[in-house]
């Protein structure tokens, strides 16, 4: 599951492939956004935990990863 999360007051968004299902990703963030935890803490699929302070939260994107290209032709 492709996770982007935008935070506040930083140029760039981050991305993280995370082997969390879309619902428990939703749950996590509705978690954090409602006060009841101070961070967003989101596991990669490489084991890496993220956390994020909850106040600093812009958007957070949850999607399918999309397929890699490969190659030099047009599609």
């Known amino acids: 599951m492709e996770v982007k999360i935008g935070v506040q007051h930083a140029p760039r968004e ?3 492939e995370s082997g969390q299902t879309a619902e ?3 749950r996590v963030v ?3 956004l409602a006060g009841k935890s101070p961070l ?3 596991m990669d699929e490489h084991g ?3 956390l994020v302070p909850a106040d600093r939260l812009a958007y ?4 399918e990863p999309a397929p ?3 190659g030099f ?3």
């Open 14 to 16: 981050i991305v993280l």
């Open 24 to 26: 428990e990703v939703e």
């Open 30 to 32: 509705a978690e954090a």
């Open 40 to 42: 967003l803490s989101l």
């Open 48 to 50: 890496r935990k993220l």
């Open 60 to 63: 957070v994107e949850i999607g």
């Open 68 to 70: 890699r290209k490969v």
């Open 73 to 75: 032709g047009t599609v």
